[in-house]
Structure formats: C-alpha cells, structure tokens
C-alpha cells in the first residue's frame, strides 16, 4: 500500500490507484500524512479544512468518517480532541523523503550524493496544487515542504562540491536555483562553488545571467556580485545575441531525468568540440516541448552567446527546410555577412562566427542526419536535434548524445490530465482520468487533444470521451480536434508514415494485426513469408516499433491503431492470411514446447504446411519460450475467442495448461479452458472435449474449488464414456480420486485410484500405472500405511524413470519423503527431498520447489539441523519472492525471523 503525496495525491492498495473522491477526506488525509506522528488536535484541522467558517469540531468527525469510507486501511480515529492516523503497513514518499534526508546526514562522500538524489527523486511535481484541495488552508503544510524541498537540494549541491564532483553541480545547479530564483544563501552557495571550483569570473558570468533571467526584485543578489570581481571583458562580441525560442508549456510533468541529461550533455564551461544531443521519440511524445523548456530554463546562465531555433519541418505538411535557406537566416540574425551564397561558403562562415560564442542552437523536427549535420555550429557551442528518427549517422560521425524520450509513466500522465482539466471537470469525472491516460498509452499529444476537447464540452463530456477511447475503431476519431492538425493524433502519425518505404510501411500494417503485445523477429518474418530485418530496422528507427528485449518488438496502442487503418488498405484476403499466419505460428511452437514438457501428450494438431517445428532440446528451453510469449499467447487466445475461431481457441488453450500449471498461473488456465471447453463442444469430438474437461477440473483442483473441479472431471468421464475412449477414462477416474484426496474421502479417493490403476494396465499404459500408483502412495501415507505407501512410491518412481519424466518422478519423491518424515526417518526424509528439490530446480518448477523447500525445512528443524532449515527457509522465501507470492514470502519471513531471535 503507497500513498505519494510529492506531487499530485496517489494512493495505491494491491496495486490499483484508489480514487478518494470525498475532496475533505482527501483534505484530511493530507494534513495528517505532513503532521508529526500523523495526529492533529482537532481545532487545527478546523482551520486548514474550514478556513473562512466557524465549523464546529463535529465537522472534523465528519471528516474522519469520510476518510474511513474511503480509505479504512489508514485507520482514521479521533481521540482526546485529536485525530490520527496509522500508516505502519504504508509507503509513503513523504515519510521516505524525510528518512532519507536524517540517512544522508550520515554518509559522506558519493555515498552522501547518491542518497541525497534517491532522495530528491521523491518529488514529482508541485504537491497540493490540486483542484480538490484549492479550498483548504494548506499554506503552512505547502511552505514546510518547500522549505523541506529547498533544504534538501542545498545539502545536495554541498554534497556534490564536498566530494569534487563538479559535473554533477553542473548539471543540477540550473534547475535547483530556476526553483528558487531569488533565495540569497542558495544564489551564494552556488556562486561560491563555482568561484572555488572554476574561477570567480564564471562565477560572477553565472549569477549576471540569473539575474537577467529571473530578475532581483530586493538587490539582494546583487550584493553578492562584488565577491567575483568586475565583469570579464569581451572580445569582439557578435553584434546581435539572437533569443529565438518559440513559447513553452508552462508545465512540463514527469520529465525531470530527461531534463537532467539534456543538462548533462550541453551544458559545459569547458571551450571544445560541438556539443550535440539528439533527442528523438514517436510522433507526439513531446520532443519539442521538453527542448523548448529545457533551453528556455538555461539559455541566459549556460548560452550567454544566445539561441538560435528553426523548424526543419522534417514530418509534416509542409516541404522539409533545406540548410542553405537555414543557414542564411542564421547568418542575418548573426548580423554576420556570408562572402559566398555555396552551401560550404555558408558552413564555413556560420561555424566561424559561432565558434567559442557559446551559442545554443535548437533544430527542431529533423527529417535525417542529412538535413541536421550543415547546421552545426562552431566549437564551445551546442546543439540539440529533435526528431522522430534515431539519427544514428549523427550520433555515430559527430558523436552526438542520444535521447529517447518515451509516452509518459501513469501517474505522470493522470497529472498532466488532471492539470489541464480545472476543478469542475475533476469533480465530476476524476475518477476516469486513470483509464484515459491508460487508454492513450501516456501520449503527451493524445493527453493533449482530450484536454482540449475536454475544454469546449461540459464536464459530463469525459464520460463519452472514454467510451469512444475504448473502442479500437473510434479512437483516432476520438484523438482529433477537427481542423486543428497540430492536435490530431492521427494526422501525427500519417506524417511518420510518408517517411516510410514502401515495404516497412506495408509491415507496420501487416504487424499491427498480430494480436501482440510483442512479436519476435522471427514470428515477423514468418507472418509475411521473407527476412524483414530491413524494414523493422526501419521502424525501430522511427519509434513505430519498440525492442524491450534484443529481437522482440512492441507496438504502441495507438499506432496498432493506425496500423489497422493501414491493413484495411492490404489487397483482399491478405488480412485473413495473416490472422491465421500469427495463429499459426503461435500454435505450433507452443505445442512444440508443450511436447517437450509432457512427451507424451496427444493432441489433433497437424504438421504446418512450412514444416515440423523442432521441439525444444530441454523443458528449460521450452518454458523459457513460453516465459517470453505468454502475453502473446494469451492475447491470440482472446482474438481467437472474439474472432470465432474455436479451432484455435481449444488447441491454442490446450497447448498452454502444462506451462500455466507450472508457474501457477491456475485461475488463467481456468478462464481459457472455459473457453477452449466450448469451443471444443463445437468443433472437435467427445474424447477431445474431455480432454479439455480434465485440464479444466485439475486448474480447479490446484485452486481448491473441489466442487467445481469434480463437476468438471464428472462431465470428462462422461464424454469419455461416450466416446469409448478407455485411456481418457483412465485420466478422469484419475482425477476424481485426486479430488477425494484432498477432501479427505480416502475410501473414495482409493477406489477411483484403483479404476484408474487397472485401466491403464489393461492398455499397457506404463505412464498412466504410474500416476495411479502415485496416488494409492498417497492414500496409503494418509492411512498410516507407511509400508504399502513406500512401495507404491518405489513401482511409481521406477516407471517413471523409465519413461524419463522428471516432473512427475519429483512429484513422487515428494510423496517418499512424506512418508520417511512421518515415520520419523528424519535424514532419510531430508535426502529424499533434496533430490526432488534438484528435479524441480531443472524444470524451473520454482512453486513446487518452493513448496518442498518448506517441507525439507520442517524435517531439518526436527532433526536439529538449524543452519540448513534457515538455508532452506532463505532459497523458499526468494523463490516465493520470484512468484509474487505475497502471502507465502511474508509467512516465511516470519518464520525466519523468530527462529533468528530464539538464536
């Protein structure tokens, strides 16, 4: 559970941001998270809730009630005239911010500078500006942060020159003190630094250009000047220092790291090389915005040469800029006179007149490095580079510094939503913001665009809104301001599109109809029947693919969506081709793996016309694939399930059960057998269908929904019955007496054991004994019957191993070492485990390992062996770690932790 207060109110419980709709619950919550030991008399809470009025202090009861409806996990209560809160069981960025802060004053050196920005990265933005709490009196909760905020970076900035580590100052000083333009010991720390570090003329260069800039409305900063002596003189000076930057958003949200690095490559006192940095993205990410406030933030203090900027038009409606026409401007706005009108003659004389000037220069929507490399300035200047494109010849001849900017992380998205939208709209329809900004995959311009119709329609509007951004085929349509180009996200991307070949424009349509998230490169190639490498380096380039992970490639939302609009334009067929291509595909390894799980296993899925797909060498090969492609396997399962096509929706389900079994994903295996269970009633015979039924009620049995599992293994033997198939018979005898196991109904649970024991020896079924000698283990341990249940454990294990299945041999290992247990052969029983355990290690069965872990862990501490229980203890509890399981991990801990304090 989280509460992160540092910037715009998020409180998450189980993962899911918990929406407090109640503005005074909201206003009561965040004063007792700032206040010393969450507790507030009564009569303060008055005046911040209640500012203007004389409310009574019932009011604040009334408050605690609505903040306990709301949110019961904090444990709102009133006492003595006090009201308080408990957030042991919490994390709270405010709480981390303050220990972090009491930390770093114990450390020294880079170890103080690196707790200090762990620190630091806490605030997100400006905390309690929202709407909801614009009627509160917060001003002194709002000037204890600030102050906290301002302390804390003055420790960093101290921090950084303590240690020597002036790259740092550098990079961080401009946004700390544009924070605080006018704070006088910050201005004089900062100064100082540099006069110490560089020399008192930098230092002085530094503070005329913050006052330029954010102006010194009490001359106090100016008093600080004379320590750096007069200003340095300059020799011949251009005679025009150009500020060409465009307008800024006034807000930029979640870009702090971006901002930092733009800082980091630009921004140097040291005369040299070009500095250049290449910031690129997709269309609509927000290059230009994070550019235009980054250089609007350190033009006057790092670039006292000034800015110059153009618009390439490198994507869009107009003709790309060529650099003569560029250069020519430049060179007027330099008061600087080209002696030739040759695209070298103007290079030469525009890198001659900038040379050691200082000068920034922004170049704006680049089509190539073509395009960028003639408007390079001179040495000791920088430039940055926006584009959709990664311009690597850039970043590989000049050296360039790339940046990748990315659609915004979700809360960054809900807080610039939120900004945009005013009080009204988040009253009514602030608890629709979170699916917006998830349905938009974060898109700065797509945020933009419903801000923007959110702004002519009525507050209720931003309920349709969100129906149409639902729905795959309304919305771009949705995305779109009419006959405002400029916030159209389809338009957007129709610009990425023109630069496209024909071939990778042709594959992001044929891509876009893969059921995704993600696709290989070698499912690529096979969905459109040649090597494409080409054509998804090309849309890799331009930010239409991403490539989380080497050779596998995600699409974002929206352009799959435009993608779609694409495919609607593939010759007639070719959309149907490709679904059942993915489909396909997807199958036939997957099955592959699966046989390298289960040897044995049978399903009616003929040979691909393109070949055999070779299985796996080992299970831990197999699952590995399946590790990689289960969000895609899954995501063809619901397009097979929404597209009719119950071929694939059973077999596709089919293929997946051992591995979902595997890594306890039980409640997925139920939702896609249910599936898979009628899509077989439709199109495959009895015996399959039951098969799909005995795969359903074993997911049932792992989740102990005994009831609905044995109604599930019931209907499987009927249909095998039907069917005349004896083997199918066998298995749902088998799993019926599994189920009776667990409900301790031994008589039962042994005569289904012994149907299915003598079924499978009439079909000479080594495998199928097996199982069923297993299981009469099992009913024998659970009888007290240690002898009978040991040997059956011995025919058991001896077949398997003949077969060479590992799983299940483990599995009955697991059994033997029960029974050595309770017959109190304590070594035994350890031993026996141990061997089990490897099996499982080697099929990364990590639950079951697990699980056995904790058994060899008892049997340990019985027997004494306290140092190999906690070993045992610590592999369970990372291995439940590893699982997610939250339950598990924190039982264990528990454990672990007494048996360390009764040591």
């Known amino acids: 559970m989280e509460i992160r207060l540092l910037g715009p109110l998020v409180v998450c419980v189980d993962g899911r941001d918990v929406v407090i709709s109640s503005p005074i619950a909201k206003g009561l919550l965040t004063v007792l998270v700032l206040a010393p030991n969450r507790t507030m008399r009564h009569t303060e809470i008055v005046t911040r809730l209640w500012p203007h009025d004389r409310a009574p202090l019932d009011r604040v009861r009334e408050a605690r009630r609505a903040l306990g409806e709301r949110l019961p996990a904090v444990k709102p209560r009133n006492k003595n005239q006090q009201c308080m809160i408990d957030l042991s069981d919490w994390s709270v960025d405010f709480i981390r911010f303050t220990s972090g802060l009491t930390e770093a004053k114990r450390l020294e050196g880079q170890d103080r500078v690196e707790r200090l920005r762990k620190t630091l990265a806490e605030w997100r933005s400006e905390p309690l500006m929202e709407a909801d709490l614009e009627k509160f009196d917060l001003s002194r909760e709002r000037e204890y942060l600030d102050d906290l905020h301002r302390a804390a970076s003055c420790e960093l900035l101290q921090a950084m020159s303590d240690c020597g580590d002036m790259k740092g100052f550098r990079n961080t000083v401009h946004d700390i003190v544009r924070r605080w333009p006018h704070d006088v010991p910050l201005l004089s720390l900062a100064t100082d630094v540099l006069a110490d570090a560089e020399s008192g003329a930098r230092a002085g260069t530094f503070l005329d250009g913050h006052i330029r800039e954010h102006g010194d409305p009490q001359g106090r900063l100016a008093e600080l000047r004379p320590r750096f002596g007069p200003p340095p003189p300059t020799a011949a000076p251009l005679a025009a220092v150009p500020h060409q930057l465009p307008g800024c958003d006034p807000v930029l949200v979640g870009r702090q790291a971006e901002l930092d690095a733009l800082s980091e490559a630009l921004v140097s006192t040291d005369d040299g090389d070009t500095r250049i940095a290449v910031v690129s993205g997709m269309a609509g990410v927000g290059k230009t915005s994070l550019v235009r406030t980054w250089a609007k933030g350190v033009e006057d203090a790092a670039f006292p040469g000034g800015t110059l900027y153009a618009d390439l038009n490198g994507f869009g409606a107009l003709s790309p800029e060529n650099p003569e026409q560029i250069l020519a401007r430049f060179l007027k706005d330099l008061d600087v006179e080209a002696p030739t009108s040759t695209l070298d003659g103007l290079i030469t004389t525009f890198r001659t007149a900038t040379a050691g000037r200082a000068v920034l220069v922004v170049l704006d929507n680049a089509r190539d490095s073509a395009q960028a490399r003639p408007l390079l300035p001179g040495a000791g200047c920088s430039v940055v580079v926006t584009s959709r494109l990664r311009l690597e010849s850039l970043i590989a001849r000049e050296g360039a510094r790339p940046l990748v900017l990315r659609p915004l992380a979700r809360p960054e998205a809900v807080a610039m939503l939120s900004g945009s939208l005013g009080a009204d709209r988040m009253r009514h329809a602030g608890h629709l913001v979170g699916e917006i900004a998830e349905l938009v995959g974060g898109l700065p311009l797509a945020l933009a665009v419903v801000a923007a119709r959110l702004a002519r329609h009525p507050a209720d509007a931003v309920r349709s809104i969100r129906d149409a951004l639902r729905e795959t085929k309304t919305r771009l349509d949705a995305l779109s301001l009419g006959r405002e180009p400029d916030l159209d996200v389809r338009v957007a991307l129709s610009y990425s599109h023109d630069g496209l070949t024909s071939a990778a424009a042709e594959l992001w349509a044929v891509l876009a109809l893969h059921p995704g998230p993600t696709i290989s490169l070698d499912a690529a190639a096979d969905l459109v029947g040649r090597t494409c490498t080409a054509e998804i380096a090309e849309l890799v380039a331009a930010h239409l693919l991403d490539e989380p992970v080497y050779e596998r490639y995600a699409m974002h939302d929206l352009v799959r969506d435009y993608g779609l609009e694409l495919a609607g334009l593939l010759e007639p067929g070719r959309i149907e081709e490709v679904a059942s291509a993915a ?321």
């Not at 096509?645 to 896609?672: H, I």
């Not at 599992?709 to 198939?725: K, Y």
């Not at 298995?731 to 039962?748: F, M, N, Q």
Request: proline share 3%; glycine share 6%; with cysteine.
């Open 583 to 903: 489909f396909e595909y997807l199958l036939h390894h997957a099955w592959a793996c699966d046989r390298a799980l289960v040897p044995d296993r049978e399903l009616p899925i003929p040979t691909p016309a393109k070949g055999e797909v070779a299985v796996p060498p080992s299970a831990q090969d197999a699952m590995s694939w399946l590790d990689a492609e289960y969000s895609t396997i899954t995501a063809a399962l619901r397009a097979a399930v929404e597209s009719g096509a119950d071929q694939y929706t059973w077999l596709l389900a089919m293929t997946l059960v051992t591995y979902q079994w595997r890594r306890s994903k039980f409640a997925d295996a139920d939702r896609y057998l249910r599936e898979a269970a009628e899509a077989a009633g439709r199109v495959a015979g009895p015996a399959d269908e039951a098969m799909v039924y005995r795969m359903l009620g074993g997911s049932r049995w792992n989740m102990k929904q005994y009831t609905l599992a044995e109604g599930a293994q019931r209907h499987a033997v009927r249909l095998s019955e039907q069917a005349g198939d004896e083997r199918g018979l066998a298995y749902g005898h088998l799993g019926l007496a599994t189920i009776y196991l667990a409900r301790d109904e031994h008589p039962s649970a042994h005569a289904e054991f012994e149907k299915a024991h003598m079924l499978f020896r009439r079909l000479a079924d080594e495998t199928g004994e097996a199982d069923a000698l297993s299981g009469l283990a099992r009913v024998a341990l659970a009888e007290g019957e240690h002898d009978r249940a040991a040997q059956a454990c011995s025919e058991a294990r001896q077949r398997f191993a003949q077969v060479g299945d590992v799983n299940a041999e483990a599995a009955v290992l697991v059994v033997l070492g029960d029974v050595h247990a309770d017959r109190g052969d304590l070594p035994r029983a350890a031993a026996t485990y141990d061997v089990a355990i490897s099996a499982y290690r080697s099929l990364t069965r990590r639950s079951h390992e697990a699980r056995t872990l904790v058994r060899l862990a008892e049997v340990l501490r019985l027997d004494g062996r306290q140092d190999e229980e906690e070993q045992a203890l610590r592999r369970a509890r990372a291995l439940y770690d590893e699982l997610g399981d939250t339950a598990a991990f924190e039982q264990i801990d528990n454990v672990l932790t007494k048996a360390q304090e009764a040591f």
